[in-house]
């Protein structure tokens, strides 16, 4: 089993770039694809990027997600960052066929 | 436009049971795995299971092994958990879940239901 390590919380400007990281304690993190998940206060979560750096139709093209094998991480980059971009934000991959979850990112726009 | 909507939570008695649904439309259900995700009061998310596209291979989290059931009826577009032995840990809210679909346009979308909360206290 691994575990998915999310920073807990960050913070940035409306108009600037954000990158929230994501790493794999264990085996590689091109091993399965990772998912990105926006939670905003009081709602549903949605998805943002699906295997490793996909959008889904109607996520503005501000959202990119890559990832990095030297540091067996996977990142989500938000550009031009607006107020409604405040919320939560979790990675997800696959152990096998069960899904582990990194434990979200506060993200706040001030 | 697609819609996955949860039934089935509420309050029960620790030791108690319930069955959840969650009814698909818009997309072609049986083409996707499907998962239960849950969120603990204040907390972050959790995988509780997941579902082939068939139905024919199930998966589970630790914390629920033995104890939830997951299945689907894919005539009747709609995922089940059936959720027995239920603890005060699981107390949550449940949502039913695929990181993708194509729609009808052959467009990716994300699919999230609203979630159904499932209290569990005496």
């Known amino acids: 089993n691994f575990m998915l390590t999310q920073p807990h919380s960050v913070s940035e400007s409306p108009g600037k770039t954000v990158t929230i990281s994501c790493t794999r304690s264990?085996?590689?993190?091109?091993?399965?694809?990772v998912q990105w998940y926006q939670q905003r206060p009081g709602s549903a979560p949605t998805t943002v990027i699906y295997?490793?750096?996909?959008?889904p139709s109607g996520v503005p093209d501000r959202f990119s997600g890559s990832i990095d094998s030297s540091s067996n991480s996977a990142s989500l980059t938000i550009s031009g960052l607006k107020t409604e971009d405040e919320a939560d934000y979790y990675c997800?991959?696959?152990?096998?066929?069960?899904?582990?979850f990194g434990g979200g990112t506060k993200l706040t726009v001030l | 436009e697609v819609q996955l909507l949860e039934s089935g939570g509420g309050l029960v008695q620790p030791g108690g049971s319930l069955r959840l649904s969650c009814a698909a439309s818009?997309?072609?259900?049986?083409?996707?795995?499907m998962s239960w995700v849950r969120q603990a009061p204040g907390k972050g998310l959790e995988w509780v299971s997941a579902?082939?596209?068939?139905?024919?291979?199930?998966y589970y989290a630790d914390s629920v092994k033995g104890r939830f059931t997951i299945s689907r009826d894919n005539s009747k577009n709609t995922l089940y958990l059936q959720m027995n032995s239920l603890r005060a840990e699981d107390t949550a809210v449940y949502y039913c879940?695929?990181?993708?679909?194509?729609?009808?346009?052959?467009?990716?979308?994300?699919?999230w239901g609203q979630g159904t909360l499932v209290t569990v206290s005496s």
């Open positions: 295997e490793d750096n996909q959008r």
């Open positions: 818009g997309f072609t259900f049986s083409s996707y795995a």
């Open positions: 579902i082939s596209g068939s139905g024919g291979s199930t």
């Open positions: 997800q991959s696959y152990d096998s066929s069960n899904g582990v």
């Open positions: 264990s085996g590689s993190i091109a091993s399965n694809y």
């Open positions: 879940a695929t990181p993708y679909y194509y729609d009808s346009s052959g467009y990716p979308k994300g699919g």
